[in-house]
């Protein structure tokens, strides 16, 4: 039985047998459709004989292949072929360059494009493979001490379908009219600047500096799952043209960058490979994003699913050196016996996948490698402790006073928060 996941290697296997007899065709593209059938598409002024090659090359797919190749039109030709690429996820066939991989999905996720950093503020995603690991509690920890040494901090709740940390970081008082998922519901029908002032407000955590919270839903969510139905659609846009749901997310964040100013942005990712995390990760721009991680099989697991994709995709390159590690909720016991065997398994992890593999004898100066105990690599874990008394949010209210606080959250959280500005001093 040919699976999905035997396609490639069974047209690469193909390839290395007749890529000669197909050197006249130029580029060639290899639809996977929505149900993961395959069709070719080529250049439609391409010569006769090379023509004949493609033909011949796409029966041995559909020999290969079976009911995955459909009986008609197996190949396309068309006139534009770089047009059929846009806003498509695509990526060159490992050995041949000139071989397309273009993947039509039925969401809208695009994990292998990863747009430029940012140059305007310093955008920071704080994202897990699982939920539960205390992402959004160290992220308000982290604005709450950046917002005490004077930085403007903007946060977004893109938790959309769990939301949660807006209503920890603003009282019911302070929140804000809409949200997140209200803007991309209203910018369907132009009515986006209608509600964009009213999406974002200040938090009472706020001391030194400023903290605005863009929340995922507003003061009244009203109608919030029928919205959220739609909050992934793409709007119309002149001459037969669309802009994907992620495009319209990446110009709300520009917006209120514009609009607020702030120093630094923290994004609350959802947890999981899905559409909104892709989103956060690969079209935001960040200057690294936080993967928080426990030391157990379904972290690993999950990680290395992601990471095989990137190295597949080959936007490996792009996104590596973004990525940091973060030990969630390092145990109060046997703390040095978690923390090593939670490097060895990042380690493991990296080397397998995003790191360059050294060849025997070479010094390896143009290769992205790191040494397992090499503290600025991207595997090795910044930590965030699991301490009884800051179970919650609530705890950034603290009644006894601001040092206590800041002793707490320097014990907990201050080597992911060193690093952070790490990155912000540098920038």
């Not at 949660?164 to 132009?190: A, C, F, R």
């Not at 490996?316 to 046997?334: D, H, M, S, V, Y």
């Amino acid at each position: 039985m040919k699976t999905f996941d035997k396609t490639l290697p069974e047209i690469t296997k193909i390839l290395q047998q007749q890529i000669g007899g197909l050197t006249e065709a130029g580029k060639l593209i290899i639809n996977r459709d929505l149900n993961g059938r395959v069709r070719l598409v080529v250049d439609e002024n391409i010569p006769k004989s090379a023509k004949d090659a493609v033909n011949n090359f796409a029966e041995s797919i559909a020999m290969a292949l079976g009911s995955r190749v459909p009986e008609k039109e197996r190949v396309i030709y068309e006139s534009h072929l770089d047009e059929i690429l846009n806003d498509i996820p695509c990526f060159p066939l490992e050995e041949f360059p000139n071989v397309i991989i273009a993947d039509r999905m039925l969401g809208e996720t695009n994990w292998g494009t990863i747009e430029p950093i940012n140059m305007e503020a310093h955008r920071f995603v704080f994202y897990s493979i699982k939920g539960g690991v205390g992402r959004s509690t160290a992220l308000a920890a982290t604005a709450w001490t950046l917002a005490e040494e004077g930085k403007k901090v903007l946060i977004l709740d893109m938790d959309l379908e769990s939301p949660g940390i807006s209503s920890s970081l603003l009282s019911k008082e302070k929140s804000p009219m809409y949200g997140i998922v209200d803007w991309l519901v209203e910018d369907l029908v132009d009515n986006g600047d209608q509600v964009f002032p009213y999406i974002a407000s200040p938090s009472d955590l706020s001391r030194n500096g400023e903290i605005y919270v863009v929340p995922a839903y507003g003061k009244e969510p009203g109608e919030y799952i029928s919205k959220i139905g739609r909050a992934w659609m793409s709007k119309p846009m002149p001459k037969n043209h669309r802009e994907l749901w992620h495009y319209r997310l990446k110009r709300l964040l520009q917006k209120l960058e514009s609009q607020i100013k702030p120093d630094v942005i923290l994004i609350d990712s959802r947890a999981g490979i899905d559409e909104i995390s892709s989103a956060c990760i690969t079209c935001f721009g960040a200057e690294s994003v936080l993967l928080f991680s426990i030391d157990s099989e379904q972290t690993w697991d999950g990680y290395k699913i992601l990471f095989d994709h990137w190295l597949k995709t080959g936007t490996f390159k792009n996104i590596r050196e973004r990525l940091q590690i973060i030990g969630a909720l390092i145990p109060e016991t046997n703390q040095k016996e978690y923390i090593d065997s939670l490097c060895e398994n990042s380690w493991d992890l990296f080397t397998g996948t995003l790191y360059d593999r050294l060849p025997p004898g070479e010094s390896g100066i143009d290769l992205l490698n790191f040494d397992k105990d090499d503290v600025e690599a991207p595997h090795y874990p910044k930590i965030v402790r699991w301490n009884r008394g800051f179970e919650a949010l609530s705890n950034l209210y603290h009644p006894l006073g601001q040092q206590l606080i800041q002793e707490q959250v320097k014990i907990i959280f201050g080597d992911m928060i060193d690093y952070i500005r790490g990155i912000i001093k540098d920038g």
